[in-house]
């Protein structure tokens, strides 16, 4: 079947638009998935233009913000006039703002904001980055907070793959399958009708996961079940080794890179494959299509 596109692109997401990594790391990333934000790189290659790149961030993804890193040098590309463009194309279709590394001096800090701020007008911030990275963390993190870059979302739910498998045993019965997604604090999966004997609430002991290469063991509570085409969707959530909702810290923190380079991993094979599209047939001829990508899968 594929994973849905539409499930895919739900969402706030933000991303970051040709960053410094030395500033930066990608490491950041999986730290602000752990606090409810789905951030994501976007690198500069000569497949396409960066202009096609965030036309298709903005015509796929319906709820995006989006940084760009001023300092990138790109060819042909200056950045005040190039993001004055695609504010005034795209408007209220995303929140866009800028960082850079910090100046040397506060006049130039301030002829910046006010360029971005006040000629440009963009909504989501001038940051200055620290030359630590360590600082920027914490300043990223301000910003994300300060746009509500969190969504309505309080857990995000990494989209699985054939390779997230699990398995738990229900009146001496033993069940092997395939997660359909799991998060910090649920996950679900879909087997055929009268297959699982479990009472709503009904606690499970002792399920083993194995989510591409990381495996652990975890209790959990049936919270939701629900016919989907002539299956049933399970869904549960994790309870830890003391009675109380959630993963064991230990756990959570092993698990937090392996859900994020998942949907890392979706994210960008989606991306990827519109990017192919579009350095063989051009932008024009797959604008139209993008407007009804959510029904595919990939």
Not at 47 to 57: A, G, N, Q, T, Y
Not at 157 to 163: F, G, H, I, Y
Not at 173 to 186: E, K, P, R, Y
Request: glycine share 6%; charged share 25%; with cysteine.
């Amino acid at each position: 079947m594929g994973i849905s596109i539409k499930e895919i692109v739900a969402g706030r997401k933000t991303f970051f638009i040709t960053p410094d990594t030395s500033l930066i790391p990608e490491v950041f990333l999986e730290d602000y998935f752990a606090l409810g934000y789905e951030c994501y790189f976007i690198e500069y290659d000569k497949r396409i233009s960066l202009k096609k790149k965030i036309d298709i961030l903005i015509s796929i993804f319906h709820d995006v913000i989006i940084f760009f890193n001023i300092d990138y040098n790109i060819p042909d590309v200056e950045w005040p006039l190039f993001i004055k463009r695609i504010t005034e194309q795209y408007r209220n279709q995303a929140c866009i703002g800028v960082l850079y590394t910090k100046r040397q001096s506060k006049d130039e800090k301030t002829k910046l904001e006010y360029k971005y701020l006040y000629e440009i007008g963009l909504a989501c911030g001038c940051i200055q980055l620290e030359y630590q990275k360590k600082s920027n963390f914490g300043i990223i993190e301000k910003i994300l907070y300060a746009n509500q870059a969190q969504g309505r979302r309080k857990n995000i739910r990494a989209l699985c793959t054939k390779a997230c498998t699990f398995s738990c045993t229900v009146n001496n019965q033993t069940h092997n399958g395939v997660l359909q997604d799991i998060s910090l604090s649920h996950f679900s999966f879909v087997f055929p009708e009268g297959r699982l004997s479990v009472q709503m609430y009904e606690k499970i002991s002792d399920f083993h996961f194995n989510i591409r290469g990381f495996m652990f063991r975890s209790d959990a509570v049936l919270i939701m079940q629900r016919p989907v085409n002539g299956e049933e969707l399970y869904v549960f959530a994790f309870v830890s080794s003391t009675g109380a909702n959630g993963l064991d810290q230990r756990i959570k923190q092993l698990l937090v890179p392996n859900i994020y380079q998942l949907m890392n991993a979706n994210c960008k094979n989606l991306l990827n494959q519109i990017y192919n599209k579009f350095s063989i047939e051009g932008l024009d001829a797959e604008v139209e299509e993008l407007n009804d990508i959510e029904e595919d899968r990939i």
